[in-house]
C-alpha cells in the first residue's frame, strides 16, 4: 500500500462522498459538484460553448495551472475515472502481462486520438455546441456512479432491508424493520453501462487505455505538461533493465529509460517503486533535456481538422431539426415531454452549458429528473429533463440548481424556486375518472401544493370535475403523478408557459406577468372562489350528495 | 350528483331541517357556526344520564383536555385499552403542513391519545400513516413526531414500502373485496381513528371513515375501479375503529383535504366508539363552506349507516356535552 494508492482511495471515497452528499436538504459545508469543477475540459469546453466566464469552474483552470508544475498528477491522484479505471484494470488483466505490449506504431497512432477529441469538442464548442458529457471524464463518472451504482446499491439495500425483515423483527431493530429508502429509477442506463463496460474492457489492451489514448481532458493537460517542473528523472544507477518501461501503466517510458514522455506521464511514481536500483525519482529539474516528445502530439493540420470536423458537426447539430435557435421565434419541434428542470437556462443556453454529468438527477429527491435521449437532439443527450409521471418537483426543494456545476440551471433560493415555473398543466378529460368515469376523484385537487386546481360542477358529469387555474400552476407534476388513471395520466404537464430566464428575478418577473405561484403553506393566500352557489339549497358543496 | 328529492318525506333525519335552515341562512356564518356548535347537546331527545355512558362525547376545550375529557366520558381509555395491548393510532399527517393549517390531526391530540393509552398499560402505541407529501417532511412538518417524542413504547411512521403491508380480504366489503393493509394494523389489538376535522372534495368530508384509506397501501383503486364513498364503507367493515376521536380543535371547513380553506376554531373534540357516530356528529356539528350539511348529506356515511356499520341518526343516540 503505497502512498498513491492510500491518496487515490481518499480521493475516490471523497467524490464518492460529495455524490451522495448531493440530496435534498444539500449541505453547505462544501459544493457537491467539486470534482465536476476540477475537470479542465469542463473548465475550458464550457468557458467557449457558453461565451461566459464561469467562476464556480476556474478550479479547472487552477488544475491546467498546476500541471505546468506538476504534470499530470490530476489522472494520477484524483480523477475518479482514472481511479475507477485503475480498479476495473485488477479485473479484466492478466497481471504479468507486460504493460506496454502494443506495436509502437499503433501505440503511435492512438495516442493521437485524446487530442483528436479534445480538439474535436473545442471545434464543437466554438460554434456554442456543447459536447463536453461525450468524454468528459468527470461528467462521465458522475453519470455511472449517480445514475447506474447508486440506484442499484439503493436497490440492493431496500432488497436486503425486505430480506432482513424477520430477523431484524425477531431482534427487536426497530430502525431497520421500519426503515425505507427511496428507490430511484432511471432512464438511458444501458446505454451508459455499455460504454462503461468498453471502457473497462480496453483496460485488456494497455491498462488506463482510456487515459492514455482517449480522454479529452488527459489531452488538455499533455499540452500543459510538456516539460513540467517535477518531473521523472534517471541516475546513472540506472542499469537499463527495462523494469520501470515495462511496469508504467501509461507506457511513458521510452525504450531508453532515461526518457520520458512526460505529458503522457501520470506521475504515478510506480517507476520509482519499481526500481530495483532506485535510480528514478522525481525532483524540481533543472534545465537538462526534455526528450520523448516526438510523435505523440499530432500536427497542427491534423489539429486543425480536428476542430474543423468539430465545427463541421455542430453546424450539422445547429440545421438538425430538433434544434433550437432562439426560444423566442417559431418553428422550435420539441416534444411536450421536454419539461427542463426549474432554473434552466433559455434552452439555447442551457444545451451550451449543460454537460449532462447527472448531478442534478442524483440529487432530485423525488427522481423526477430524468436523462434525456433523443427529444432534444444531440446536443441534448442526457441533458435533465422533468418525468412527473415518476415523481412530482417539490416546491421546497432546490437542489437541481444548487448543484448544477456550469450554472445551465440556475442556483435558486427556496423562495425563487417555487416560482420558476416549469411548464403548465392540462387536463385530458377523456381521461379524467371525474369528466368521463363520473367517479369522484379528485385526486389532483388534493395533492396540488399550488392550490391551482379547482373543481366545478358541468353538466357532463354528476362528480365535481377539475379545472386548472392557469396562473398558478408551476407545472410541478404533483398532480400528474399521483393521478390514479392508469397508463398516461390523465392530467399532464406541458412545457406551456415555463419561465426560461437568463438571469432576473422569477419572483418579480412571475409577479409582473400576473401569476401566483406561492406554495409556502404560512403565507396569507386568497380562498379560491366557492365551487357552488351558497344561496340555492339545490347545490351543494363538493363531495356532499343529497 | 345523485339527488335525492324526497329528502323532506324522509323523517329519521329530518328534524326541524326547515326552520334552522332558513333561520341560518339569514343570519350568515358567524350565526351558523355559533348555532351549530351550540346544538351538540340541546337538541337532541335523549340527554344523557348522569350515570349513562353515552353513544358520542364532546368535549369542548384546548386538544390536551378535551381529548382526555371526550374519552373520559366514553368510560376512560380503559374500556378500549387493556394492560398489554398493541395499540394503532391512525392520525391525518399526509400533509408537510403545519396545525394551523388544519389538514393534519393536532400534535397534542394525538399526544395525549397515546399518553393514555400508554397510561392504561398498552405495550405499545404505533401512530401510522400513508403519506401523500414526501413522509421525512409530513412526519416533522405536522408536528406529530415531535410531540410524541417523549411518550414511552411510542413510534410514528409512515410506511409505503410493500414489506410493511399484508393482503387481506374485505369479506363483508360489496365490491372492494381486497387490499393490502399495514402489518402492524393487523396485528394490533386496538386500532383508534384521531382525524382531524376536515371537509374533502370528493367526499364531502375526511373523519374517521375516510381516514382508514391511509392504512392501505393502493388508494388509487378506490378512485379508479370503484364509487369511492361505497368502497370507504367496504374498508371500514374490515378497518373498524374501536375508538374515534375527531379532534375539531380546528376544523377546515372548506377546500379540504389539503386546503387552504377556512379554518374555524371550534375547540371540540368528538368521540365515540363508533366511527359512523363520530362521523356524524362532526357533520353536524360544523358549517362546511358555510352551509348546513346533514349526515345522510354524505354518501359514505349514510351507506355505513344503511349497512348497519354503524348509526349516524344523531336524533336516537345519546350524545353528552362538556367543557374540559
Given at each position: ?394 416546491p421546497l426543494c432546490n437542489v437541481c440548481g444548487r448543484v448544477c456545476p456550469t ?36 385526486v389532483c385537487f388534493e395533492v396540488c401544493p399550488y392550490a391551482a386546481i379547482e ?44 419561465l426560461r430566464m437568463n438571469s432576473g428575478s422569477y419572483i418579480e418577473k412571475g ?36 | ?324
Amino acid at each position: 500500500m503505497n502512498f498513491r494508492v492510500v491518496f487515490q482511495a481518499i480521493s475516490l471515497g471523497f467524490f464518492l462522498i460529495l455524490l451522495w452528499l448531493a440530496t435534498f436538504p444539500l449541505v453547505e459545508w462544501i459544493p457537491v459538484d467539486f470534482f465536476l469543477r476540477l475537470d479542465p475540459l469542463v473548465f475550458s469546453g464550457t468557458l467557449i460553448s457558453s461565451r461566459q466566464w464561469i467562476w464556480t469552474l476556474v478550479p479547472g483552470l487552477a488544475i491546467i495551472g498546476l500541471t505546468l508544475i506538476l504534470g499530470r498528477f490530476f489522472c494520477g491522484y484524483i480523477c475518479p475515472m482514472g481511479i475507477t479505471i485503475d480498479i476495473s484494470d485488477r479485473f479484466f488483466r492478466t497481471r504479468n502481462k507486460d504493460q506496454n505490449a502494443l506495436d509502437p506504431d499503433k501505440e503511435v497512432k492512438l495516442r493521437k486520438i485524446k487530442y483528436f477529441i479534445l480538439f474535436f469538442i473545442l471545434g464543437m464548442a466554438i460554434l456554442s455546441i456543447s459536447s463536453v458529457f461525450l468524454a468528459s471524464p468527470l461528467s462521465l463518472i458522475t453519470r455511472f456512479y449517480g445514475l447506474v451504482v447508486y440506484p442499484g446499491l439503493v436497490l440492493m439495500g431496500d432488497t436486503a432491508l425486505d430480506v432482513l425483515l424477520p430477523l431484524n423483527l425477531m431482534l427487536g431493530l426497530d430502525g431497520l424493520v421500519y426503515a425505507e429508502v427511496q428507490t430511484y429509477r432511471f432512464a438511458t442506463q444501458w446505454f451508459i453501462v455499455l460504454f462503461f463496460i468498453t471502457v473497462f474492457g480496453l483496460v485488456y489492451y494497455a491498462p488506463r487505455f482510456w487515459c492514455r489514448y482517449l480522454c479529452p481532458s488527459g489531452a488538455l493537460m499533455a499540452l500543459a505538461s510538456k516539460r513540467p517542473l517535477v518531473r521523472r528523472k534517471v541516475s546513472a544507477d540506472c542499469t537499463d533493465c527495462g523494469i520501470c518501461r515495462k511496469k508504467c501503466p501509461m507506457g511513458a517510458i521510452d525504450d531508453d529509460p532515461y526518457n520520458t514522455f512526460h505529458q503522457e506521464c501520470i506521475t504515478c511514481e510506480t517507476c520509482v517503486r519499481a526500481c530495483p536500483e532506485n535510480a528514478v525519482s522525481f525532483s524540481l529539474s533543472h534545465a537538462e533535456k526534455v526528450s520523448g516528445t516526438v510523435g505523440f502530439i499530432p500536427g497542427r493540420r491534423q489539429l486543425i481538422a480536428s476542430a474543423l470536423a468539430g465545427t463541421g458537426s455542430a453546424i450539422l447539430v445547429h440545421t438538425g431539426i430538433s434544434r433550437v435557435q432562439s426560444d423566442f421565434l417559431p418553428g422550435n419541434i420539441l416534444p411536450d415531454s421536454l419539461i427542463r428542470p426549474p432554473g434552466a437556462l433559455l434552452e439555447e443556453d442551457f444545451q451550451a452549458r449543460c454537460i449532462s454529468c447527472g448531478l442534478c438527477m442524483k440529487a432530485c429527491p423525488t427522481n423526477t429528473l430524468q436523462p434525456t435521449w433523443f427529444e432534444a437532439g444531440p446536443g441534448g443527450l442526457f441533458s435533465p429533463k422533468v418525468l412527473p409521471r415518476r415523481g412530482p418537483c417539490d416546491p421546497l426543494c432546490n437542489v437541481c440548481g444548487r448543484v448544477c456545476p456550469t450554472g445551465a440551471l440556475r442556483s435558486l433560493s427556496p423562495a425563487e424556486k417555487m416560482w420558476a415555473r416549469i411548464g403548465t398543466s392540462t387536463v385530458i378529460k377523456h381521461k379524467c375518472l371525474a369528466w368521463e368515469w363520473n367517479r369522484e376523484c379528485l385526486v389532483c385537487f388534493e395533492v396540488c401544493p399550488y392550490a391551482a386546481i379547482e373543481l366545478k360542477r358541468v353538466p357532463e358529469s354528476s362528480a365535481p370535475v377539475p379545472f386548472i387555474t392557469r396562473h398558478k400552476c408551476s407545472g410541478c407534476g404533483a398532480c400528474e403523478y399521483h393521478c390514479p388513471v392508469q397508463g398516461s395520466s390523465a392530467i399532464i404537464v406541458e412545457p406551456m408557459e415555463a419561465l426560461r430566464m437568463n438571469s432576473g428575478s422569477y419572483i418579480e418577473k412571475g409577479r409582473a406577468i400576473g401569476l401566483e405561484l406561492e406554495a409556502d403553506p404560512d403565507r396569507e393566500r386568497k380562498l379560491p372562489e366557492y365551487l357552488f352557489d351558497p344561496d340555492d339549497s339545490e347545490d351543494l358543496p363538493p363531495g356532499f350528495s343529497f | 350528483m345523485k339527488k335525492n328529492k324526497n329528502i323532506s318525506s324522509d323523517n329519521s333525519t329530518g328534524y326541524f331541517s326547515v326552520t334552522r335552515r332558513e333561520f341560518l341562512k339569514k343570519h350568515g356564518q358567524a350565526a351558523i357556526f355559533a348555532a351549530a356548535a351550540v346544538k351538540a347537546g340541546l337538541i337532541f331527545p335523549l340527554p344523557a344520564e348522569a350515570d349513562q355512558i353515552p353513544d358520542i362525547a364532546v368535549a369542548r376545550g384546548g386538544p390536551v383536555e378535551a381529548t382526555r375529557a371526550a374519552v373520559e366520558i366514553l368510560g376512560g381509555i380503559g374500556v378500549f385499552v387493556k394492560s398489554g395491548d398493541k395499540v394503532v393510532i391512525k392520525p391525518n399527517m399526509s400533509f408537510a403542513h403545519p396545525p394551523e393549517r388544519a389538514t393534519n390531526t393536532h400534535p397534542d391530540v394525538v399526544r395525549t391519545l397515546s399518553e393514555m393509552c400508554i397510561d392504561a398499560g398498552a405495550s405499545s402505541v404505533m401512530i401510522l400513516d400513508n403519506p401523500l407529501q414526501g413522509a421525512e417532511l409530513c412526519i416533522e412538518r405536522s408536528g406529530i413526531e415531535k410531540a410524541c417524542r417523549q411518550v414511552p413504547r411510542t413510534s410514528v411512521r409512515t410506511m409505503s414500502s410493500g414489506r410493511f403491508f399484508d393482503k387481506v380480504i374485505l369479506d363483508q366489503g360489496k365490491r372492494f373485496k381486497e387490499t393490502d393493509v399495514m402489518r402492524d394494523v393487523l396485528d394490533a389489538d386496538v386500532l383508534i381513528a384521531a382525524p382531524v376535522a376536515k371537509s374533502h372534495s370528493a367526499t364531502g368530508v375526511s373523519l374517521s371513515m375516510k381516514g382508514m384509506m391511509g392504512l392501505i397501501r393502493d388508494r388509487g383503486i378506490m378512485h379508479r375501479r370503484y364509487n369511492l364513498s361505497s368502497a370507504i364503507v367496504d374498508l371500514c367493515t374490515f378497518l373498524k375503529a374501536d375508538l374515534a376521536v375527531i379532534d375539531a380543535t380546528r376544523v377546515l371547513a372548506s377546500h379540504g383535504p389539503m386546503g387552504p380553506g377556512e379554518v374555524i376554531k371550534a375547540d371540540r373534540v368528538i368521540a365515540s366508539a363508533d366511527m359512523v357516530a363520530a362521523d356524524a356528529m362532526a357533520i353536524d356539528m360544523f358549517p362546511w363552506y358555510g352551509r348546513d350539511i346533514m349526515p345522510r348529506n354524505v354518501a359514505h356515511v349514510f351507506e355505513a349507516h344503511e349497512r348497519g356499520l354503524g348509526r349516524m341518526d344523531l336524533e336516537n343516540l345519546i350524545v353528552k356535552t362538556v367543557t374540559a
